[in-house]
């Protein structure tokens, strides 16, 4: 038990640090927004592998009680999320960009009012998570379904990819159920509205930071799971 507190310590204190920072020093945080600017996708990419894992390891502490364990395969999971990261940034790009040309053209007339920037980050949000956050979440479901097959080793995770048999053995009353049906419309959706009326810069690190909620969710859907 005493050493299970000690391992939560430590990642509160990680977590921590990986913030303080920001909070501590005004020319890191001018740093940070100047190499964001400059390069989208690898802030991207590394914010998501390594908040996005974290909030996969808080998950497996919620199921196993311990932040990792054989098989794992934390540094695959930080690969797949580095990945989802440059895809999500990708996605809110073209999401943010053509909403507003969408309202526009079916007589919508955008403007700074609270209001009506509030239904702009409500309309994009929406449509974003209706469109792209399935595919990405059964994605993520089904490298995770690989990463476990292949006991986290990265020599038999990149020797094949049976896409086809894990579609098919996805646990789609679940996935269905909480994952899309759920978790979209009564967190993602409102979430993610909150994400676009915030500065630009800022929209990806919080989005990393929702997905240690995403984490968390997984792993009460994992639970609800029935077994086998």
Do not use: C
Request: no cysteine.
């Amino acid at each position: 038990m005493k050493s299970m507190k000690r391992s939560d310590l430590l990642f509160l204190l990680v977590f921590i640090a990986l913030f303080a920072p920001f909070f501590l020093s005004n020319d890191l945080y001018q740093w940070f927004l100047r190499f964001n600017s400059a390069h989208p996708l690898i802030t991207a990419f590394t914010k998501f592998a390594i908040l996005a894992t974290m909030g996969e390891m808080l998950g497996l502490r919620i199921r196993s009680k311990q932040y990792n364990k054989k098989g794992f395969g934390i540094a695959l999971r930080a690969l797949v999320w580095g990945f989802l990261g440059i895809t999500l940034y990708m996605a809110f790009a073209v999401f943010a960009s053509g909403t507003p040309v969408l309202m526009g053209k079916l007589g919508y007339t955008t403007s700074q009012a609270f209001t009506n920037r509030l239904l702009v980050a409500f309309s994009i949000s929406t449509l974003m998570n209706l469109f792209y956050a399935p595919v990405l979440m059964t994605f993520h479901k089904i490298t995770d379904m690989h990463i476990l097959s292949s006991q986290g080793k990265p020599g038999t995770f990149f020797a094949s990819f049976p896409m086809g048999k894990y579609f098919v053995n996805l646990d789609w009353n679940t996935h269905w159920n909480f994952v899309l049906k759920k978790t979209i419309p009564l967190f993602w959706i409102p979430a993610q509205t909150i994400n676009f009326m915030m500065p630009e810069d800022f929209r990806i690190l919080i989005a990393a930071l929702y997905s240690i909620v995403l984490g968390v969710l997984l792993s009460i859907a994992g639970r609800s799971a029935p077994k086998n």
